[in-house]
């Protein structure tokens, strides 16, 4: 399914301009997943992000929904096994991840997603990395090292890994399967996939919910209960997947995988602007590293 259109003339044609918006939609997720951790059930928020999407969407897709439901049923375990990975099994350990760890920690390992990406298009379908796209990754990776580490070398080697960083790398892995595997989804419109793929990812974490109550850990009715939500709703799940959905479609997993370091340019931006955090000299030499290697790889041919 996927085709070599990187610009166009509008958004739904133009991948870089989705991958980009996408790593927006999820730059302020590991900030929040962080300052709900410990308030907000980690299982219970997973699985009403896929069922409130579902929701929200419905209404809009249903007669499209109903126009692709033949090739739906042609390919059901497709669609059962990216909503079990890239639905409920990533978003729950995402969410299980911080409860355990540091944003910090976060960036770092998520900084690993696209080598994971790179790793199961090639094993899982044979997929070559050019030599423009591996320089291209390892360069914009260089940029989130800087930015992370703030040109100081002495942060980096005081971090320390605990259980909640090997729940997050594990689940970069996963990323990397559901990315390369995108490509096996039926060739459905973009929002009937999203649709369907939320309401799968929802229901199948149920029994997952069920059991995070009986353990007396639930949701509380508070306004950063419901902040969360309406967030990871509306902007991490629609937004977010349905913008890399179409992306990865657009230009393929690998050389899509370098916009997520575009992530944590993001963060600093949006941390700049809202709390008022000075931009530093780390962070422009960070950007422009991240801004050079997408560029050199989402170019490549």
Known sequence: MTTEKGGGGSLYGNAYLMLALASLCWSGNHIMGRAIAGHVPPVAIATLRWLL?????????????????????EKPWIILFLALIGGALFGTLQFVGLQFTTALNVSVLNSMAPIFIVAASALLFRDRLTLRQGAGIAVSLAGVMVIISQLDPGILATLSFNRGDIIILVNQAIWGIYSACLRL???????????????????????????????????????????AIVFVTLISTIGGFALWTRGVELIGPNRASVFLHLIPVYSALLTGMLLGEPLMGYHVVGFVLILLGVWWTATSR
């Open 53 to 73: 999407a579902a929701a929200v969407l419905w209404p809009f897709v249903h007669h499209q929904v109903k126009r692709d439901w033949p090739l739906i049923r």
């Open 185 to 227: 989804r039926p060739a459905i419109s973009a929002v009937s996939f999203m649709f369907v793929f939320s309401l799968v990812s929802g229901i199948v974490m149920l029994p997952a919910v069920g059991w995070e109550i009986s353990t007396g850990y639930v949701l509380q009715p508070t306004l950063a209960t419901l902040g």
